[in-house]
Each structure stands twice: as structure tokens, then as C-alpha cells.
């Protein structure tokens, strides 16, 4: 069953906060270009937040798509002035993850692991880890500085029937909760979550807690992986994130830093 959301309870629960400015739509392109659009048009729009039920050009991380059929996603995107220099970004985009895996939680009683750089994923028994939500930050930058960030999330909560093709590698909220879940529930408990972070990351040693939580959530340290980049593949061990969010992989003795690329963890031998 698809429930709607009207986002009245998520507007009066988060009434206070710097998310209390939330827009409900049934359709649109892209949450992400959208809150964008908004932003070229009118430089000045303060913090605010898109849901949409369904969206017909969805965008994924390195320019891929994102699909989910209506009302089985919680689909949404925040636009934050994040007063952060552009090298300190990831670590807003962390801060969704963890409230994300936090919320998924409290909500549902699952507990989400990330995987690098920032999904959200469940690991099987056999140690295979499928993809819950993926998040995708993009940012405007003017003179140097972050004019705007928006953050927009991918949550697979109720899928209405499993679909054989994406089992291996992908998985819903309502398979582990062994009930439907309730998308407000689930956003507005994110929110509140992100905003408690957000605050916490302004105060001193709040940036170091947050990569510590991260660390600690992570399904990617400790891994051998696979990083599919743009110059090709390596193949090693995750060992560490580093402060600047990149990815530490220890190959032969070497430990390389990788900013951006495709992470497949690999079974162990
Ligand atoms: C990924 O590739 O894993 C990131 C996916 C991000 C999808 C979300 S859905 C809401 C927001 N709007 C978009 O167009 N993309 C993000």
C-alpha cells in the first residue's frame, strides 16, 4: 500500500528548527535540481526542504540516475547555507548519513551501516552489504565560498514487493522492519537529527565526534574493496577515512587517498 504524505506533522514537529520550511509535491524532476533552481533564481532563499513522492529525472552520485517507483521512497532534499569552507563539505554530507542510520533506527529498528562515501547499507549474514539510500551533495560556489548546499537523500522504505532483479544488491526499510514504515516518521526524526549534528558541528571537537560516529558505523573500514576510478581500478583494504572524508586503501605496503570513485566490497578469499 502507497500512504501519501501531507507533511503536516513533519511541518508542526519541526517547527523551531531550521528545517521548518518543508514543500510537499506528488512530482517533479529532481528534488536536488530543483532546490538549485531556486537558488540561481533568487541567491537569497534561506533554508528549506523539498519532499517529493516521485521524481522523473532523479540524480545519483557521478551522473548517474536515480529511480524508485512512487511513494515507496522517502525522496528528499535540504538546502542548507552551511558556513563551511568547501574542504569541510563532506562533513555535512556525513552528518545526513549518520542521522539517516540514527533515524532508520528509532523509527524501524534497523540499524543501517555506511558505506563510503555515504550510503546506507544493510550487511547480510553472509556479509554482503545492499544498498538501503544513497545521498548526493551538490554545491554552489561563489568566490571561493559555499553559497549553498543542497543534500538530497534516497531511502528505499516500502518497497510493495521484491524486486527480483535489484536483490543482490539493493534492499528496502520495510523487509528488516517487518512492517511498513512511516515516511514522516522517518523524515522528521532525520531531520531533527541532522539539525542536533548541524548544531554540534559548530561547537568545538563537534567535527571530530562526527568522523569518530562515522568511523564507527562504517561497513567499508576493515574491508577489501574494489575502487572503480576514473583511471581505472585498485583493489586493497580500507583502513581508514581520513579527516578530509577521503578514503584510506592499503595496497602492497601503500596506502593511497581516494577522493571520489566507486567502492565494491569484496568477499573475503
Ligand atoms: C546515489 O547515487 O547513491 C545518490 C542518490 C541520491 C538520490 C536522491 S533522491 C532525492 C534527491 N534528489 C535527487 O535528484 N537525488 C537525490
Known amino acids: 500500500m502507497v500512504t501519501a504524505m501531507s507533511g503536516d506533522r513533519a511541518r508542526t514537529a519541526l517547527a523551531g528548527t531550521r528545517f521548518a520550511r518543508i514543500d510537499w509535491v506528488d512530482e517533479t524532476g529532481s528534488t536536488n535540481a530543483d532546490l538549485l533552481a531556486g537558488v540561481a533564481a533568487d541567491g537569497d ?7 517529493a513522492e516521485h521524481q522523473t529525472a532523479g540524480r545519483g552520485r557521478l551522473g548517474r540516475t536515480w529511480e524508485a517507483p512512487p511513494g515507496t521512497s522517502l525522496l528528499f532534499s535540504v538546502l542548507l547555507r552551511p558556513g563551511l569552507p568547501v574542504e569541510s563539505l563532506h562533513l555535512v554530507t556525513m552528518a545526513v548519513a549518520l542521522a539517516a542510520s540514527d533515524a532508520c533506527e528509532a523509527v524501524a529498528g534497523v540499524r543501517p551501516r555506511l558505506k563510503w562515501p555515504n ?3 544493510v550487511v547480510g549474514a553472509d556479509g ?10 551538490e554545491s554552489v560556489v561563489r568566490d571561493g565560498a559555499v553559497a549553498a548546499l543542497v ?5 528505499n522504505v516500502n518497497w510493495p514487493r521484491d524486486p527480483a532483479e535489484l536483490a543482490a544488491i539493493a ?5 528488516h522492519a517487518g512492517s511498513e514504515v512511516d515516511r514522516e516518521d522517518l523524515l522528521v526524526a532525520i531531520l531533527r537529527g541532522f539539525d542536533s549534528i548541524l548544531a554540534a558541528l559548530g561547537e568545538p571537537g563537534g567535527a571530530a565526534a562526527l568522523l569518530m560516529r562515522y568511523r564507527h558505523l562504517s561497513a567499508t573500514l576493515g574491508r577489501r574493496v574494489r575502487v572503480e576510478l576514473a583511471s581505472g581500478a585498485l583493489e586493497g583494504v580500507a583502513v581508514d577515512v581520513a579527516d578530509d572524508g577521503h578514503l584510506l586503501v592499503e595496497l602492497g605496503g601503500e596506502v593511497v587517498s581516494v577522493a571520489a570513485g566507486d567502492v565494491v566490497h569484496l568477499r573475503p578469499a
Not at 532563499?45 to 519532499?51: P, T
Open 45 to 51: 532563499v534561506g533554508e528549506r526542504v523539498l519532499v
Open 171 to 175: 534492499t528496502a526499510l520495510d523487509h
Open 119 to 121: 550510503d546506507l547499507v
Open 128 to 137: 554482503a552489504t545492499r544498498k538501503l539510500a544513497g545521498i548526493l551533495a
Open 151 to 155: 543534500v538530497g537523500t534516497g531511502i
